[in-house]
């Protein structure tokens, strides 16, 4: 192993560690929303949201959301796509946003291939995790991303190493997970093309709801 691979692996761990610091102390101020996510729009420029059922009470325990929205959108020429935004108002260990790549293949889902889209919505540039998942003959397009805290952000990683230094010197945790999901029906073009055409009509609300 390279002097230049041990120093990143190095400062990795030492990252992640501090980072596991500031989940589990008590230092960081609870920030909680200005407003419910339940009321973010149901009517995002063609699409219409209905809330999907809520989840079973030993899942909300699980997944140790602040707040969560669970809802499918449609718009007039039949996409449909479900939107799960998931927020943390402090992130402590033990009680921190759950990854897809766990919950998905914990609820049956297996991931088939992996990739990062770049995306610009309203004036952002940032990149989101796209998945395609899949259970028996079902098939679904995932994309998922981290929101909160000023920025947008697709690695797990990129995601630790700004939960620590907003810790640190803002004494901010707060955060949320924020997935689009899109059946699979034909092909995979079709899903992505509704997967990002709602991504931009939601992404200028989801900015002003997670600070």
């Not at 990143?8 to 909680?32: D, K, N, W």
């Not at 989840?55 to 969560?68: N, S």
């Not at 034909?186 to 509704?194: F, I, K, P, R």
Request: glycine residues 6%.
């Amino acid at each position: 192993m390279s002097g230049s691979l041990y120093a990143r692996t190095f400062v990795l761990v030492l990252a992640l560690l501090a980072t596991r610091q500031v989940i589990a102390g008590r230092s960081s101020v609870e920030r909680p929303l200005s407003a419910p996510l339940a009321a973010l729009p149901l009517e995002l420029e063609r699409w219409r949201g209905a809330d999907a059922p809520a989840f079973a009470p030993e899942i909300e325990r699980t997944l140790g959301a602040d707040e969560y929205i669970n809802r499918v959108y449609r718009d007039p020429d039949g996409a449909a796509v479900a939107l799960y935004v998931a927020f943390y108002a402090t992130q402590r260990h033990g009680d921190a946003i759950h990854s897809p790549q766990q919950c998905l293949p914990g609820t049956g889902w297996e991931p088939v291939s992996r990739s990062r889209v770049a995306v610009k919505a309203a004036s952002e540039r940032f990149s989101v995790n796209r998945y395609i998942v899949q259970k028996r003959s079902q098939r679904q397009l995932v994309m998922y991303w981290f929101q909160g805290r000023g920025r947008s952000v697709a690695s797990e990683y990129a995601n630790k190493f700004h939960l620590l230094a907003d810790g640190l010197l803002h004494r901010r945790t707060d955060g949320a997970l924020v997935r689009v999901i899109a059946p699979i029906t034909g092909s995979e073009h079709v899903a992505d093309a509704a997967a990002l055409r709602f991504l931009h009509a939601v992404h200028p609300h989801l900015a002003r709801w997670l600070p």
